[in-house]
């Protein structure tokens, strides 16, 4: 049985991967901040906090202990800023917030995950997939933190995709576009309109299990000779249209 790590696993996307992967028979270790997850006979579940480097090392500990080794990290959890604001009014406080998390919890996290799967070779290859978002390159000016934030997530792909491509192991990035989650809740009426008005080619939201689907492919083995790139799940929205 291969084992996975998936964070930010109480929220539409990551309930999405874990469910996908739990019905690919992997065993699934989740982290998020929230109370106790379901049980379930092949899924652990660790309340953790990805900006702290103790809850990382114990979720590296957590997601070894069934199988002794660790197959594939889904990085999703992340934040948006708790209030949208002017690029001139942000504050550092919310800067802080959310780059610790999206930015530098992604990359540690990586980083121990690397390590322990450099440590304990498995036969076969082993799969990183970071969620970023359509805010890696389109400008939101009054959430401006969050776009520097998953800018840098596309970075760390392209980082940890060469310096681990020789160790068998595989790191790539899904870039969702408008996802109906929990973080898109608040602000539905403008994406419905944009939508509606002809934003997307493909004219949906888009659903978690989109990018669960995207997330299985590339941690699957279907794709074992593609590293360091960048999927668009986005309904077309990074197409360039006149």
């Keep these: 049985m291969k084992s996975a790590i998936v964070t930010g696993v109480r929220g539409g996307i990551g309930k999405a991967v874990k469910e996908k992967l739990l019905d690919a028979g992997?065993?699934?270790?989740?982290?998020d901040v929230f109370d106790d997850?379901?049980?379930a006979e092949n899924y652990t579940y660790m309340k953790g906090d990805l900006s702290c480097a103790?809850?990382?090392?114990?979720?590296?500990?957590?997601?070894?202990?069934?199988?002794?080794?660790?197959?594939?990290?889904?990085?999703?959890?992340?934040?948006a800023p708790k209030v949208r604001a002017d690029?001139?009014?942000?504050?550092?406080?919310?800067?802080?917030f959310v780059t610790d998390i999206n930015t530098k919890g992604t990359f540690f996290l990586t980083q121990a995950a690397a390590n322990h799967m450099?440590?304990?070779?498995?036969?076969?290859?082993?799969?990183?997939?970071n969620i970023s978002s359509l805010s890696a390159y389109a400008t939101s000016t009054n959430r401006g933190e969050y776009c520097i934030s998953k800018a840098?997530?596309?970075?760390?792909?392209?980082?940890?995709?060469?310096?681990?491509?020789?160790e068998g192991i595989m790191?790539?990035?899904?870039?969702?576009?408008?996802?109906?989650?929990?973080?898109?809740?608040?602000?539905?009426?403008?994406y419905d309109d944009l939508i509606a008005g002809g934003l997307l080619p493909v004219a949906r939201w888009g659903e978690p299990q989109d990018i669960a689907a995207g997330v299985?492919?590339?941690?699957?083995?279907?794709?074992?000779?593609?590293t360091g790139q960048s999927i668009d799940v986005d309904g077309g929205f990074h197409i360039q249209r006149l």
Excluded: W
Excluded at 54 to 76: M, P, Q
Excluded at 121 to 128: A, F, M, Q, V
């Design 216 to 226: 299985f492919a590339l941690c699957s083995g279907a794709l074992p000779y593609v």
């Design 118 to 129: 450099i440590a304990h070779k498995n036969e076969g290859l082993r799969y990183i997939v």
């Design 37 to 39: 997850d379901e049980a």
């Design 26 to 31: 992997f065993y699934v270790t989740g982290m």
């Design 152 to 166: 840098g997530v596309s970075m760390i792909t392209k980082l940890f995709a060469d310096r681990l491509a020789g």
């Design 54 to 79: 103790s809850d990382r090392e114990k979720l590296i500990a957590a997601g070894a202990e069934k199988t002794g080794v660790i197959d594939v990290l889904v990085n999703v959890a992340g934040v």
């Design 171 to 190: 790191v790539n990035e899904i870039r969702p576009g408008i996802i109906r989650t929990g973080m898109t809740a608040t602000v539905k009426q403008k």
């Design 87 to 96: 690029l001139l009014t942000m504050t550092e406080e919310s800067y802080d």
